[in-house]
């Protein structure tokens, strides 16, 4: 028997980091009395899983899990009792049973994401939609990452140019740009938003204000028959 | 109150944001009126070491058990993060309403080791308040100090405006009650300080005066009024049973030093090691129930959710009804995956079956202390274990599957010789070759014995407390000994770092004149000392020499049996005589029986009723 569920990680939760998330899930299915399967051996692990990491600093209103269970409970009571014990920044949204073989982790593919910012001069909504569109009309946008293995650092360089979906203005208000991004997530292809925020100041005259940066997931999509839909 | 969006702008950029978010659950929420007295517990150390801290979760739930106090809590920030405080002109703050500690009421902290001395001042500091008593005003928080270090709270004294010797639970509301007077009255702050004096516990050290004699030992201390007390008597809670415990602790968001539900089973110790400080000030032994601890255990879990029952005390097997505790507890959490932890376990008194029934949860490694090396130092320090206890213990052990155990000693003891050290080496390989005796089909897991020693600290109202401590270079001797040694890739060896004992060593056994070292290495920058990477013994050393004081006098010096000592006009209950005496039996070698089998005369039970002695 499997619950799938979708939450939120808002407020000063969006501190926490993956593990601790799970953690705080752990300790809630406890409090909450739901009855979670757990793995056999030494270290009895319950068995649930979250559908992708978030960064730290990064809120979000489209999280997904899901969890074995050992006996049955509706759903909605599932919902009802998980979020009288949650902290505040997590709320269980929606819950329904799945009978996926695959896990929600293997099954994302793109993520919506909110990057707000200010900027150190002043722009024009029409000047930033002119960076963004010859932004994306690129044919490569090359991400340089390092990696450590050890005490070697090894460069490694990505066009991702294709893992970007769309990438638009949503506002520019009040000195504050808010730009909206469907990005590709998962083990097939990843992007993160505070990557493309890295290639905007690679490859744009936004002059984005470091401080001022707050990034926000709004929803994650799995892929169905070619086109994207929502996991539940 | 923080500025939200600066808080977080900040937030994005240092280590473990999750450490100054609050926000945790169970954490106590309420509205603040006229009436409100604001207590900030701090702990000096940082978030995970203070929320690991269980005198922390039961003061604050007591404190927020009234309706008219409101306690929140506050903790050193990190490095990155004062540095971000600094330099955006952010004070201290709480974590529960995030006001700031400057318009608290008062700012208690709790002294849990002596090398946390520097991160108080700086917390003062980084409160905007100011780090000296004498300058502080009248809407100033009051700053107070409990906790095991608060026994010889003399290095603190000019800082810290009073001190709670003793359990805190009802001292604590006691000074509340008089302050909520003295707050209507609208008097001065001395007033205040004057009206608490006269608790039973409490000691406002700027009502006493010291003299010395000229080679530097104290001469006289004394209230400079009569109507004060010449002693201050430890609190203590007779009735533990009835004694407050919470139903409900904060759960954590990260993960901290002690992350699971701690059960205080009893306090004080009947063992009388002779270095153990806590053995003697937590006297007398007073046991919670078992009803009580069961009641306790359901409703904390059922609160927190937590994966781990602990269980709490200086000697987890000394509780008298453990084995039905544990089966008790191991029998009612076996399906809901809760581990249950006991550390302080005296092996040689638990049978190891319990202990393999508790490790089906969760198997961890096993430790064990004995402390010294060899069966001499062993019965100077009265620590009561034999070679055949350690041994027979392992050999059990090992049989059943274990494979990792730890081996803690002291090193530096009193009368301790070279061949004591090597004892500590012997005992390693004694350990390592039980385990390779046995038949190869009944090993299991790769073997591996971890040796630790500490330097030994004389403390305040232990039966060494006159002892010299050993040079910093004797110390190193005794360290590379073993280092040399221990050439086994089986046993691996750590120490500790001499330099931060022989500083211990100087705050434990310190008088007032220490607090200006205090002040001064703070302002050369030392603070988190007991954090390897952030400790400058020079900067330390600089201090002592800019202030014209010797720690040589506070750490190496032999004190006589009539020197006055900073810490005479605490009254623990236990008598100096039988600390006297106890350290004469040291000498000799000679054993004193632990306090449940017949009474040692240790005076604790003229003083305070209540317990079992």
């Not at chain 2, 046995?438 to 073997?447: F, H, I, V, W, Y």
Request: glycine share 6%.
């Amino acid at each position: 028997m499997k619950i799938r569920a979708k939450f939120t990680k808002q407020e000063y939760i969006k501190y926490i980091s993956h593990l601790d998330l799970m953690r705080v899930f752990q300790r809630a299915f406890r409090r909450a009395n739901i009855p979670v399967k757990y793995s056999e051996g030494f270290n009895p692990h319950p068995q649930f899983s979250l559908a992708t990491a978030l960064a730290l600093g990064v809120s979000s209103d489209g999280e997904y899990m899901d969890v074995e269970l050992d006996t049955y409970i509706e759903p909605e009571e599932f919902k009802q009792r998980l979020n009288i014990v949650l902290p505040n920044g997590i709320k269980i949204l929606k819950a329904v049973f799945s009978d996926d073989k695959d896990s929600i982790v293997s099954l994302i593919r793109w993520a919506t994401y909110i990057i707000g910012f200010s900027t150190k001069e002043k722009v024009t909504p029409e000047e930033i939609t002119s960076e963004i569109d010859s932004f994306l009309s690129r044919e490569e946008l090359i991400l340089t990452k390092e990696k450590k293995k050890g005490k070697k650092v090894t460069v490694k360089q990505h066009n991702v140019r294709e893992r970007i979906k769309e990438l638009f203005l949503l506002s520019n208000e009040n000195d504050t740009i808010i730009l909206k991004t469907t990005l590709m997530t998962g083990s097939q292809g990843n992007l993160k938003p505070e990557e493309v925020v890295e290639l905007l100041k690679e490859y744009t005259e936004i002059k984005i204000e470091e401080d001022s940066l707050k990034l926000h997931r709004l929803e994650l999509f799995v892929e169905k028959d070619g086109a994207a839909s929502l996991p539940i | 109150m923080l500025d939200k969006g600066q808080f977080e702008k900040i937030l994005n950029r240092v280590e473990k944001p999750a450490r100054y978010i609050g926000k945790e659950q169970n954490i106590s929420l309420k509205d603040i009126t006229e009436d409100t007295v604001r207590f900030a517990f701090a702990f000096p150390d940082v978030y995970e070491v203070g929320m690991s801290h269980l005198g922390m979760h039961i003061l604050y739930n007591l404190l927020n058990s009234k309706d008219d106090i409101y306690c929140e809590r506050v903790f050193a920030p990190w490095t990155d993060m004062e540095e971000e405080m600094r330099k955006n002109n952010i004070l201290l703050y709480a974590l529960e309403s995030k006001d700031f500690i400057k318009d608290f009421d008062f700012m208690g902290f709790t002294l849990q080791y002596e090398m946390s001395y520097t991160n108080i001042i700086n917390m003062i500091d980084l409160a905007g308040i100011s780090i000296m008593s004498k300058d502080r005003k009248n809407d100033d928080p009051f700053i107070i100090a409990g906790g095991p270090c608060a026994y010889n709270p003399e290095p603190l004294v000019g800082i810290v405006d009073f001190f709670v010797i003793g359990e805190g639970e009802e001292v604590t509301l006691e000074i509340i009650e008089i302050y909520k007077k003295w707050r209507k009255s609208g008097g001065e702050r001395k007033e205040y300080l004057e009206a608490i004096a006269s608790i039973e516990g409490v000691y406002v050290p700027e009502l006493y005066n010291v003299d010395y004699n000229e080679d530097g030992t104290i001469k006289a201390f004394y209230p400079m009024d009569a109507k004060h007390p010449t002693k201050i008597k430890k609190r203590i809670i007779k009735n533990l049973d009835e004694a407050f415990f919470p139903d409900k602790i904060i759960v954590p968001f990260i993960e901290t030093v002690h992350d699971r539900v701690m059960l205080e089973i009893f306090r004080g110790c009947t063992r009388g090691c002779r270095f153990c400080q806590a053995g003697i000030i937590y006297r007398p032994v007073r046991e919670r129930s078992m009803d009580t601890l069961l009641e306790s255990a359901r409703k904390l879990i059922e609160a927190t959710g937590h994966e781990e029952i602990s269980l709490s005390s200086l000697s987890t097997s000394d509780y008298s009804q453990i084995l039905e505790l544990v089966n008790k507890l191991i029998e009612e959490y076996k399906d809901k995956k809760v581990g249950l932890s006991l550390p302080s376990l005296r092996l040689d008194s638990f049978p190891l079956e319990v202990i393999e029934e508790i490790q089906k949860v969760r198997k961890t490694g096993l430790t064990f202390a004995p402390e010294a090396g060899t069966q001499r130092l062993r019965d100077v320090i009265n620590k009561g274990i034999t070679e055949k206890d350690l041994f027979k213990s392992t050999e059990e052990a090992f049989g059943s599957g274990w494979s990792t155990v730890k081996l803690y000693f002291m090193i530096g003891l009193p009368t301790e010789t070279f061949d004591d050290v090597m004892g500590i080496k012997d005992l390693a390989y004694r350990v390592k070759d039980i385990f390779f005796k046995m038949p190869r089909e009944q090993r299991k897991g790769n073997l591996k014995v971890t040796v630790s020693t500490s330097c030994f600290v004389p403390k305040p109202f232990t039966p060494f407390q006159w002892y010299p401590q050993d040079s910093i270079e004797m110390f190193n001797k005794k360290i590379n000994l073993l280092k040399s040694s221990i050439k086994d890739n089986k046993v691996t060896y750590n120490h500790h770092d001499s330099r931060l004992s022989y500083l211990e060593a100087v705050l434990a056994r310190g008088d007032r004149r220490l607090s200006d070292v205090l002040i001064k290495a703070w302002k050369k920058g030392c603070k988190f000392d007991s954090w390897g990477d952030k400790f400058s013994f020079e900067k330390w050393l600089e201090a002592f020499e800019e202030t014209g004081i010797d720690p040589d006098f506070y750490a190496s010096r032999e004190r006589s049996y009539d020197e006055i000592l900073p810490w005479d006009f605490i009254d623990v209950g236990v008598s100096k005589k039988y600390l006297i005496n106890e350290n004469e039996k040291a000498k000799k070698g000679e054993l004193t029986k632990d306090c449940r089998k017949g009474c040692t005369g240790c005076g604790i039970n003229k003083s305070f009723t209540g317990g079992v002695c």
